[in-house]
């Protein structure tokens, strides 16, 4: 009925709000500013007779944004006690995003979590949860009956009071189609006596996609690992990696992690960055610690490479890849993404020609050794702004001739794609690498 169905609480130094909010008359006004240019859709709304329509409600919007721009920002008490005088209205809204809040008491948190029993995307952005201080006195799982799916769950750059208070935020819902967890300040320190503690963990919890960065490997595997459902049930899994390759992630935990995801079907590892790429270079061999080969269902192995790598880096990481991972039977295709960039492929210098030319019909035949059944790939990630991807247009024809030239046996065979894919879907998830997120049409095809 309308074109934005969107409704942004925000703060500003000229915004002043009460210190609760009087339903429905703040609102309206924010609603009729979305409607302005909607006649119609205005002309429908009962908002003028200070009462909601069961007509309209459906129609006005369904993504709630709460943020604050400086420290003047309304109580968050607030937002739920507009819900919890308005459950017609929070049954209608389906995203909650809450950005750059300091101080979130865990309990208004899970207020307004059960007020929006319809709710299907929950995004978190520099959010400081805080934990009340008896909550561990109690019982450590959440006592109220599941909320149910959840499409997307982002917990982005947050600070939560410790682990604890994520593990419950989780255990809210039955099932998250994408877990994205990045960039988060976690503590153990306060879990580390619990951490034996089964009733600590989101036991009921399904996830299909899970999405970590930046997280203590101790986090990771405690969710992983004590979590029957989360192990029975991942099948996309991307570890983006720290500064240092094998920092958080040292590829032994990571092969203990794979041991046990049994429906696993992508996995993504990196970005890597150019002291990671040197490290895996020289220390090829841990990268067989992985224990990729004992993922028996196993599809997709993903490896996202740096900004700006040069063509012999890239020819160095190929070959230490292909030479050190064991992969299953299962495996169907190799893919290298390029985040951003596509890599320069320049000549090399004339006294090196001769020799590049010689390392990389090596590494030719080596991809031809491989199993007939393995397809590999260049593809992109994270290309989201389209005078970015045009730019990148000019090196797109020149890789594709580069690779053509360097690697002929698997190009002419059909057993390389490059740079074939939209970099994402128009319903693609941020960050998120999985194909549902990165199937696509051809490149020459993008508008």
């Avoid at 970099?423 to 998830?429: G, T």
Wanted: glycine residues 4%.
């Amino acid at each position: 009925m309308m074109g934005r169905r969107h409704v942004t609480i925000l703060s500003a130094a000229t915004q002043k709000f009460p210190k609760r909010l009087n339903l429905p008359s703040e609102l309206w006004d924010l609603i009729i500013d979305h409607l302005c240019a909607n006649i119609r859709s205005l002309k429908m709304c009962s908002l003028v007779c200070k009462a909601w329509s069961r007509r309209t409600e459906p129609y006005l919007f369904n993504t709630l944004s709460y943020s604050y721009s400086n420290y003047n920002a309304p109580d968050p008490e607030d937002l739920a006690a507009f819900l919890s005088a308005s459950p017609r209205i929070a049954q209608h809204v389906h995203t909650l995003r809450y950005s750059r809040w300091i101080n979130f008491p865990w309990s208004t948190l899970v207020r307004i979590l059960l007020f929006l029993r319809n709710i299907r995307n929950l995004e978190l952005d520099r959010v400081r949860i805080v934990d009340e201080p008896d909550v561990h006195e109690h019982h450590l799982c959440s006592p109220h009956p599941p909320l149910g799916h959840l499409d997307t769950f982002s917990l982005l750059c947050c600070k939560p009071t410790d682990s604890i208070a994520i593990f419950r935020l989780l255990d809210m819902f039955t099932s998250i189609a994408r877990l994205t967890l990045h960039g988060s300040t976690v503590s153990m320190n306060r879990t580390a006596m619990l951490i034996e503690l089964s009733e600590v963990y989101p036991t009921r919890l399904a996830v299909d996609t899970l999405s970590t960065e930046n997280l203590p490997w101790q986090f990771l595997s405690s969710m992983v690992h004590r979590q029957s459902t989360m192990a029975r049930s991942v099948t996309s899994l991307r570890l983006r990696l720290p500064s240092n390759v094998y920092g958080y992630y040292p590829p032994p935990a990571i092969g203990t992690v794979l041991d046990i995801l049994q429906s696993l079907r992508h996995f993504q590892f990196g970005p890597l960055t150019d002291t990671g790429i040197q490290t895996m270079i020289a220390q090829g061999h841990a990268l067989g610690q992985m224990n990729l080969h004992r993922c028996k269902r196993l599809q997709i192995v993903e490896f996202t490479l740096p900004t700006l790598l040069r063509a012999t880096g890239l020819r160095e990481l190929i070959h230490v890849l292909i030479t050190t991972l064991s992969l299953p039977a299962s495996v169907r295709e190799l893919r290298f993404s390029f985040v951003g960039h596509v890599p320069r492929c320049c000549a090399p210098p004339e006294g090196q020609a001769l020799l590049e030319h010689f390392l990389w019909a090596e590494l030719d035949d080596r991809m031809m050794a491989m199993p007939s059944r393995v397809h590999f790939r260049f593809a992109f990630v994270e290309v989201r702004d389209n005078q970015k991807r045009y730019r990148e247009q000019e090196y797109v024809d020149s890789f594709r001739a580069f690779c053509t030239t360097t690697l002929p046996g698997v190009t002419e065979s059909q057993r390389l794609s490059v740079l074939t894919e939209v970099p994402v879907s128009a319903n693609a998830v941020p960050g998120c690498p999985c194909p549902q997120c990165c199937r696509g049409s051809k490149l020459e095809e993008c508008d």
